[in-house]
């Protein structure tokens, strides 16, 4: 397959800046393969549906993982910005860092008074390994002391970083610190729908898959069988793992919300679909050709052209049918990316 193939003409004014209020006011565009499309909002939800069915969400909590600050080399003093994107043990951190180039291993970088790390190693396209001195959760502490909210580079291309997005840029589910980048499908929850759904005999169960920074990154090869995933930590315990198997084996649909949540479910499932306890890391890649195991719906945004994301909704949908619903979303005026509206994919047989 050719990143050619996954691209398409996104206007500018449809990368949503601010997210809908009430949450589940967005619009949600309903995607049947061989169905018309349907234009609903996310609190219709409900309604689309059944007694039984669950839905799988991301309980992954965002950390301000944007940090400015200062390399100190001898007299030499420049100013640099990290930004987390992997925990690799209680002090340590892979991040992609600016400027990268003017980094090299054992030098100083100040974040604050109390925040500051050394340089342990320095990889490829601007990624540095910075070991701090603080440990565990003084460590989270003080990154949330002076960190700013990691917004997608889409957004902060436009404006910059504020109070509102910190709550605004958070699940009302959060719970398990580490992401650097939001689970936005979620986004669209509220209490209130979320009782709605549990009325409805619709079940919830919660996984956690940290997402990093890699996910904005660009796919820079044509082929895309030369593309490498960043590889992020995810779990499922063994008590969700056997009663997402039991509601399986009762008829219901796992349906997930958003792509981390799929993309972890998919990791842990078993060739007949049978979802297995998972605790380790997962590089999974799908594109067009993927076989499916064990979600048969996906709620998501919509993504970006040429986006390994738009390369997974399109395995699950269907080519043909994720680029009518997305020629149909962008004439629609349906708003894109982080802070935009939804998108309920059933899979494609």
Same mark, same amino acid.
């Given at each position: 397959m050719k990143l050619a193939d996954f691209d398409f003409h996104l206007p500018d004014a449809l990368i949503a800046l601010r997210p809908t209020?009430?949450?589940? #006011? /967005?619009?949600?565009?309903?995607?049947?393969?061989?169905?018309?499309?349907?234009?609903?909002?996310?609190?219709?939800?409900?309604?689309?549906?059944?007694?039984?069915d669950v839905l799988v969400v991301n309980d992954t909590r965002v950390i301000p993982a944007r940090l400015k600050?200062?390399?100190?080399?001898?007299? #030499?003093? *420049?100013?640099?910005?990290a930004t987390l994107h992997r925990q690799l043990d209680e002090q340590t951190?892979?991040?992609?860092?600016?400027?990268?180039?003017?980094? /090299?291993?054992?030098?100083r970088i100040t974040f604050g008074a109390d925040l500051a790390a050394t340089v342990r190693e320095k990889g490829e396209g601007g990624e540095i390994v910075l070991a701090f001195d603080l440990a565990g959760g003084d460590l989270m502490a003080a990154i949330a002391a002076h960190g700013m909210m990691p917004l997608p580079p889409? *957004?902060?291309?436009?404006?910059?970083?504020? /109070?509102?997005?910190?709550?605004d840029y958070q699940t009302v589910y959060a719970a398990e610190e580490g992401s650097v980048a939001a689970p936005t499908a979620g986004l669209h929850f509220t209490p209130e729908l979320l009782a709605r759904l549990a009325a409805a005999g619709v079940g919830l169960e919660k996984l956690t898959l940290h997402v990093g920074a890699g996910t904005f990154l660009p796919v820079k090869t044509e082929d895309l069988s030369m593309h490498k995933m960043h590889a992020e930590w995810g779990e499922i315990d063994p008590a969700t793992a056997d009663r997402l198997n039991a509601a399986r084996a009762a008829g219901g649909r796992i349906i997930c919300v958003g792509t981390t949540s799929l993309r972890l479910i998919e990791s842990a499932a078993d060739p007949d679909g049978a979802i297995r306890p998972f605790r380790a890391e997962t590089a999974i890649f799908i594109t067009p050709g993927y076989r499916f195991r064990a979600a048969e719906g996906l709620m998501t945004n919509f993504h970006l052209p040429k986006s390994t994301l738009f390369m997974l909704v399109s395995a699950f949908a269907g080519q043909a049918t994720m680029r009518a619903a997305y020629d149909? /979303? *962008?004439?629609?005026?349906?708003?894109?990316?982080?802070?935009?509206?939804?998108?309920?994919?059933w899979r494609a047989e």
């Open positions: 209020s009430p949450r589940d #006011s /967005a619009r949600l565009l309903v995607v049947n393969p061989g169905a018309p499309l349907e234009d609903l909002r996310v609190h219709d939800l409900p309604a689309l549906l059944r007694a039984g600050g200062v390399r100190m080399r001898g007299d #030499s003093r *420049i100013a640099v910005e951190w892979a991040a992609f860092m600016r400027p990268g180039k003017k980094l /090299a291993p054992h030098d889409y *957004i902060a291309a436009k404006r910059g970083e504020d /109070a509102r997005d910190r709550a149909h /979303a *962008i004439a629609s005026g349906y708003r894109f990316y982080s802070y935009g509206d939804a998108s309920l994919l």
